[in-house]
């Protein structure tokens, strides 16, 4: 913009109530005593508060023992363990869960969006239908309908449902037969390295012959075959060192193997189901974002239709889903904070839960508990950014 | 020369047109689809004719104890006795024509919202903005002129449910746009920072813990001896939560504005608020509908969560239904019903917002 110039000397200076620079230093400096008047009148109420009630401020609760039981943990825990204890079994349960729903939810979510892409009018009817159903249902909901509609109402561990002689479905859990490692797995865990290792070296061959000659390896079928051939053969030679041991009914329960509570498998049922409902638009919009004209070109250079998905389609497709992608890992691990309402011990249900109760540390309990999710979703838009400062097209 | 006569047209082969012909190109045109069809059908199988069976013709329709259900299908007398409940939670039979009465009002404020030759639009919307809240308020809790006191904690069912979502809705919209412009105010960096800084925290936490907080901690920060209900706290948190998403939402839309925009409404004399309101918000706003009528989804479905601190909504009465010792055995039941009501109300909000964005997309379309 031009400044034009007055006649009769430089412009005249705004009276200061219209000069915005003026105006937004007022206005800030305002907001700014509001809010720290504001905090400054909870703090004390806050202080005023836990003087009347007894209560000492302070994180040295977590060194008290804790003196109940926890029905899953990863790490050892008993009831002489500490409040800090707590804290550590909740958060990698919730880590737990969160992973596996990870897990689960992707693979899910991708068939599904895939297949309500397909040209195939039944199948892309039905993933539609999945989709409409559980994304527009509370998860609370599917939680506890799991829980108690489902799980709950499984036969007792006297008439479990079985999978052959080694699985066994009841209402106290799945009860899965559990790996036994024995002498020379060593062994096998070695081939298992040197078969990634061999196929990372592989593909970066095949690629660098690809940009000297144009020529192409077919790495996955390689890779995938040293992958299973390589563990497989050094397991037989190591005289097989895996043992199963599956569970066994003793008195009223099962005993030896790997029981997953009913509780966790309830949770992850849901948070599967409907962060997979998510996951599949998410795939699906980012497919449907690679414009036609993409297809059209790679068609006309003569690539054939998976070629044109693998090399053209799903690269572009992948810098439009991760993001969103990623904000739905974060949903399923903040959402996993709903175990609370059956009893999961998570973050939120043990240590913000019973851990708050019996101690009443409010407010060191809830920073406590708040700054774990921050940090993780922090983390979160923090990867976020770096893939889309990397991912980013580059114009000119 | 002898003229050919003409031969009439053969009509196109049966496995071409017709039903036939859909059925081969959009179910069986490679053998790989012809499988996913054949799976497909017998997932079908397997799903549909039982729940059917169950929810339909085996199912138990009349009655008024838990002995008139056979067990051999759904058992929908559970439903039909506890249905009071599940709307009004126990609100007093008596004033329940008070939350009728509210429903109506809204129904009838916000049905010609939606006619589109309606001339009085922008009257009726401030009508259902500031008055409606106020009747509804004081229809709801009374106290005043002749209408019996009812306490919150009789509220529920349903109607709980459309409450917190209501308000929470009008709360989090006009909290969100200020935020949103709080977070777009360059030449205001503290203001800036506290925007930033409110949106990422409440975003960054899961809402069971704010709603924990709003029920545990809040009490220490007030003064002693004042305390508030425990749904108006529940209603804060809701808001102020969703305030944060609807921040993000609205900011999407102020970014998509390009600057000439801001340059013209400046040029044109308008100050900040002016340019705002009158030009740059009813542009974003509109670009951004879909994201608001999302939140406004997830939003709808995060009300269930008051339940587990102790508010009665739809899944939260349907939830105490189910541990009724009369009734044991039934929760699939109040489940099903449950999730079919939510999914009346999400499936109708996503329609629509699928509707205006046909209706507002005018580029072009392949």
Known sequence: MSQMTQPGGPPKRPPPWNDPRVRAITFQVLVSAGVIAVGVYLVHNLLHNLAVRGISTGFGFLDNRAGFAINQSLVHYDESSSYGRTFVVGLLNTLLVSGLGIVFATILGFVIGVARLSRNWLVSRLAAAYIETFRNIPLLLQILFWYFAVFLNLPPPSEALRVGDSVFLTLRGLYLPRPEFGDGFGWVALAIVAALAASAALARWARARQERTGERFPVFAASAGLVVVLPLAAYLLAGRPVTLHSPELEGFNFSGGVSVIPELAALLMALSIYTAAFIAETVRAGILSVSHGQTEAASALGLRPGWTLRLVIIPQAMRVTIPPLTSQYLNLTKNSSLATAIGYPDLVSLFAGTTLNQTGQAVEVMAMTMAVYLAISLAISLFMNWFNARMALVER | ?366
Not at chain 2, 227 to 249: H, P, Q, S, T
Not at chain 2, 284 to 292: H, N, R, W
Not at chain 2, 302 to 327: K, M, P, R, Y
Request: hydrophobic share 55%; glycine share 8%; aromatic share 12%.
């Open chain 2, 1 to 366: 020369m002898a003229a050919v006569p003409r031969q009439p047209d053969l009509p196109p082969p049966a496995a071409a047109t017709g039903a036939l012909g859909w059925v081969r190109r959009n179910l069986f045109d490679s053998p790989l689809n012809g499988a996913l069809t054949l799976l497909a059908v017998y997932l079908l199988y397997l799903v549909v004719p039982p729940f059917v069976e169950w929810a339909i013709l085996k199912a138990d329709w009349s009655g008024t104890t838990a002995k008139d259900c056979s067990r051999a299908g759904a058992c929908w007398v559970f439903i039909g006795v506890r249905l009071n409940q599940f709307f009004y939670g126990f609100y007093p039979v008596a004033e329940q024509w008070r939350v009728n009465t509210c429903l109506a009002l809204l129904v009838a404020f916000v049905v010609p919202l939606f006619i589109k030759r309606f001339a009085l639009k922008q009257w009726l919307g401030a009508v259902l903005l500031v008055v409606y809240p106020v009747v509804a308020f004081h229809l709801l809790v009374g106290g005043h002129f002749g209408l019996a006191h009812v306490e919150t904690s009789k509220w529920g069912g349903l109607s709980l449910t459309l409450v917190i979502a209501i308000v929470g809705m009008v709360a989090a919209l006009p909290l969100g746009i200020l935020l949103a412009l709080g977070r777009r105010a360059t030449n205001m960096p503290v203001l800036k920072a506290l925007c930033v800084a409110f949106i990422e925290l409440w975003r960054g936490v899961p809402l069971i813990t704010v709603l924990f907080m709003s029920s545990v901690m809040l009490p220490f920060f007030l003064p002693e001896g004042m305390n508030f209900d425990k749904l108006l706290r529940a209603l804060i948190g809701v808001a102020l939560f969703e305030a944060a998403y609807m921040a993000e939402v609205v900011r999407g839309g102020l970014q998509g504005i390009p600057k000439g925009q801001f340059e013209a409404a400046a040029a044109l004399g308008l100050g900040f608020w002016r340019s705002t309101i009158l030009v740059i918000l009813p542009q974003a706003l509109k670009l951004v509908i879909p994201g608001i009528v999302n939140t406004f989804i997830a939003l709808f479905k995060d009300t269930s969560l008051v339940l587990i601190i102790g508010l009665f909504d739809l899944l939260g009465s349907i939830q105490a239904a189910n541990s009724d010792t009369n009734w044991l055995g039934f929760s699939t039941e109040g489940y099903v019903f449950a999730a079919c009501v939510y999914w009346v109300f999400c499936f109708g909000m996503s329609r629509y917002s699928q509707w205006l964005e046909r209706k507002l997309h005018t580029g072009h379309r392949r």
